[in-house]
């Protein structure tokens, strides 16, 4: 079956909207020399795109292997960021991420590696079956591209809407206070709506694997 | 505003507004992930709902038209006409009840507005159980504890009642009786649990090859490890229907009463079992809910009754 036309394209907006957002927190970060986590920063804009194209045609920049590589190095480097800062706290110094957040986003990345090599992609079929009732067996009007190893897929999507829970249950109530001697790089960088657009990755993550289990 | 008044339970503030309902500090602690188990699972109910088939009409004539059949007429009839309502507009309607769970899920997660996220869910579960459920089958007569009853939305009503924030420093046996208190807790769980050995024995479930056949029907187009289990534990209960329902309605009955029990060692032999078999019913007869069928609305009452079982497992203070 296929959802309303209105449903991909409108998550696939948002995801744009995320990624053009990470991308003006890694420039902000370069002109204000503020502190920040460059990999955490890239591994949300890399995901941002992989999703938007996995949920509509017009969003295919790359083949799905080619994200696949591309986040799961992402993963690799988060993660190898996450155990040097465990062990090595000094050497990351001005550097901000706990290893629980990088570990999270490295987790994150490698359920998108899942989700591209699973075969979660725009839906084949033409038009929507939305307000229909569709007969069951209908070769090319009710099936649609089922995914590989589907109980995986529920597992994690119920592990992305677990990180969306905990990331909102630890956002802060009040905009970040900007502390003296800083330039307002904090605020440009606006955390809280960082926070917020990884909880709309991971949500949006979760319907994409959702939506393709029949 | 100090923090007596914040963090009061609203049992004592005895006013119930939309201002009380934002802000405020919640505490975290056991109450506070109970609290996002919860949120996890409106969160999860919300996208479930995005599903492509919940756009179809499939979704009204496959999932709410069957739980009209053997309703009195009183709650029937109203069924019949949101029925209708969501049978012409399929796409707006599910796109409102999606985005209503999805934001129920967002405002418990989110602890500025977990007051207005429980109290909200409260009535569109009530609403959802029957409109959408037919009130879970009670008065139909189909309600069975294996396979849902008494209806998996209306245990989101219950649990967001007995995990409404309140001062951790409330000394209480069990999480569930912080805010309602001891007594109605317990009779909370007595009714519910009491239901579900009622259940167990009317509506005809023992009946030779009943449970099989209840296993069996849902097994098509569940993935093949899955389908195996099912039809492993089916050919297990096939001819044993009685002597199932027996010992399921004795061990649903010593899990109702064993709040009571002064001993906690027994009370958490007993939690363990309540815990035991929403785990077996959760993957033998509802089959996850039947996520893996496209057209799941919710997990199903398994998972649900494991988290109402885990607020009644007694607090460290209460063991000593």
């Known amino acids: 079956m296929n959802a309303p036309a209105w449903l991909p394209a409108i998550l696939a907006d948002v995801m744009l909207a995320i990624a053009a957002f990470s991308i003006w927190r890694i420039a902000m970060a370069g002109v204000l020399r503020a502190p920040t986590d460059l990999a955490h920063d890239a591994a949300i804009l890399l995901l941002a795109l992989a999703t938007a194209g996995m949920l509509v045609r017009w969003m295919h920049l790359l083949s799905p292997g080619a994200w696949a590589v ?12 996450a155990v040097q800062t465990h ?4 050497e ?8 629980r957040g990088s570990l999270a986003a490295a987790a994150v990345c490698a359920i998108g590696v899942y989700m591209l090599l699973a075969g979660i992609a725009p839906s084949t079929i033409n038009g929507s079956t939305a307000g229909y009732y569709t007969m069951a067996g209908m070769a090319g009007m009710s099936k649609d591209n089922t995914i590989t190893y589907p109980a995986l897929g529920v597992a994690f999507a119920v592990v992305l809407l677990g990180f969306a829970v905990a990331a909102l249950d630890r956002l802060p109530r009040a905009p970040v206070e900007t502390a003296p001697g800083d330039t307002g790089a904090t605020r440009a960088l606006a955390p809280r709506l960082f926070a917020l657009s990884e909880v709309a990755i991971v949500v949006t993550m979760a319907y994409a ?3 393709k289990l029949v | 505003m100090t923090e007596s008044t914040v963090s009061a339970p609203l049992s004592s503030t005895r006013t119930l507004s ?5 802000g405020g500090e919640v ?19 919300g996208v479930l709902q995005f599903q492509p088939a919940m756009f179809t009409k499939n979704f009204v004539q496959m999932m709410i038209y069957p739980t009209i059949a053997g309703n ?5 009839s109203p069924m019949n006409w949101v029925r209708t309502i969501i049978f012409n507009h399929p796409v707006g309607t599910n796109t409102a009840f999606a985005c209503v769970q999805l934001a129920l899920g967002l405002a418990i997660a989110y602890r500025p507005t977990v007051k207005l996220g429980l109290a909200a869910s409260i009535p569109w579960a009530v609403a959802v159980w029957w409109f959408g459920e037919g009130l879970g089958g009670v008065l139909s007569g189909s309600a069975d504890p294996i396979s849902g009853a008494p209806g998996a939305v209306i245990l989101y009503a219950l649990l967001a009642v007995l995990l ?6 409330a000394a209480a046996p069990f999480e569930a009786a912080r805010f309602v208190g001891v007594r109605a807790a317990r009779a909370l769980w007595l009714i519910m649990w009491a239901s579900l050995v009622y259940f167990t024995f009317a509506g005809g479930h023992d009946a030779p090859g009943a449970l099989a056949g209840q296993i069996t029907a849902t097994v098509d187009g569940q993935p093949a490890w899955l389908a195996s289990i099912m039809n492993y534990a089916a050919n297990l209960a096939n001819g044993r229907d009685l002597a199932i329902s027996v010992v399921l309605g004795v061990v649903l009955a010593g899990i109702a009463v064993s709040v009571y029990l002064p001993w906690v060692r027994v009370r958490r032999g007993f939690l363990v079992a309540a815990l035991v078999f929403c785990a077996v019913i959760w993957v033998v007869v509802e089959a996850f809910g039947g996520v893996f069928l496209g057209m799941a609305t919710d997990p199903n009452s398994g998972p649900l009754l494991a988290l109402l079982a885990i607020t009644y497992w007694p607090t460290t203070a209460s063991s000593r």
Not at chain 1, 70 to 81: D, F, R
Not at chain 2, 28 to 43: C, E, I, N
Request: charged share 15%; aromatic share 6%.
């Open chain 1, 70 to 81: 591309l986040l799961a190095a992402t993963g690799v480097w988060l993660a190898a960021h």
């Open chain 1, 87 to 90: 062990r090595r706290p000094e």
């Open chain 1, 92 to 99: 990351v110094g001005a550097v901000p991420g706990s290893p």
């Open chain 1, 209 to 211: 694997i959702l939506a």
């Open chain 2, 18 to 22: 939309l201002r009380s309902l934002v």
């Open chain 2, 27 to 45: 505490a975290g602690g056991r109450r506070r992930t109970l609290q996002l188990v919860l949120a996890g699972f409106w969160l999860l109910d």
């Open chain 2, 72 to 76: 009195p007429a009183v709650v029937a």
């Open chain 2, 164 to 169: 409404w924030p309140v001062d951790q420093s």
